[in-house]
């Protein structure tokens, strides 16, 4: 009697746990279902990027130079050392202005870098300069500067400069927007300073 009831007891459990394992297999499949109708309607294959910003160009617009010292200062010691600006147009339409000067020394390039950083509001970026061989001939930094008053722009607005040194040569590229700046640094990266005297070619001729 209590053998038969043994088997009673163990027959009930396996009927429930079938019935429990059944129970379970059929919730998943239309989850299975679900998850395959999903992976059937996503794309296959890479995701397509999105076209890259299309690369900025510059035109030179003008040439300028003078001295550093004022020219009723015939005692100044730099008075010999000429500068030279270039007025340059972005393709969307902005000014920027590159200048160049060649100091006798690298000691005096690094202290007209010092200048310029006392003079910033915020240093933005500032890092090493090297050269192809990855030794240090300078330093380069970016900055934002306060309006200058009674000054045109870019200088009667807050404004940007992009300065560095280069053995002793010091350059600078001033402009309202950063990212105008950022471009032409790029540019300069990829074709050299001594690339903007060919620029004059890049503007379009007036029509007739």
């Given at each position: 009697m209590w053998k038969t009831h043994q088997r009673t007891k163990l027959r009930v459990r396996f009927i429930t746990g079938l019935l429990a394992l059944l129970a379970i297999v059929s919730a998943a499949v239309p989850?299975?279902?679900?998850?395959?109708?999903?992976e059937a309607s996503a794309p296959s294959g890479p995701q397509a990027?999105?076209?890259s910003k299309v690369p900025a160009?510059?035109?030179?617009?003008?040439?300028?130079d003078g001295i550093l010292?004022?020219?009723t200062n015939l005692d100044c010691e730099e008075h010999d050392i000429l500068w030279k600006r270039f007025t340059l147009v972005a393709s969307d339409g902005h000014t920027l202005y590159l200048k160049s000067i060649p100091f006798p020394s690298i000691e005096r390039s690094k202290?007209?870098?010092?200048?310029?950083?006392?003079s910033?509001?915020?240093?933005?970026?500032?890092?090493?300069?090297?050269?192809?061989?990855g030794e240090q001939v300078g330093e380069r930094a970016v900055g934002l500067f306060p309006k200058i008053?009674?000054?045109?722009?870019?200088?009667g607005v807050p404004y940007y400069e992009l300065f560095w040194t280069w053995g002793p040569n010091y350059l600078e590229i001033t402009g309202e927007h950063l990212d105008d700046l950022l471009a032409l640094e790029q540019k300069l990266k990829e074709e050299g300073v001594n690339a903007?005297?060919?620029w004059h070619e890049r503007i379009p001729s007036s029509p007739d």
């Open positions: 989850a299975r279902q679900t998850l395959a109708k999903q990027i999105p076209a160009t510059f035109a030179l617009e003008g040439i300028g010292c004022p020219s202290r007209q870098f010092a200048l310029t950083i006392k910033a509001e915020k240093i933005v970026r500032r890092n090493v300069e090297s050269n192809s061989k008053k009674d000054s045109k722009p870019p200088w903007v005297w060919r």
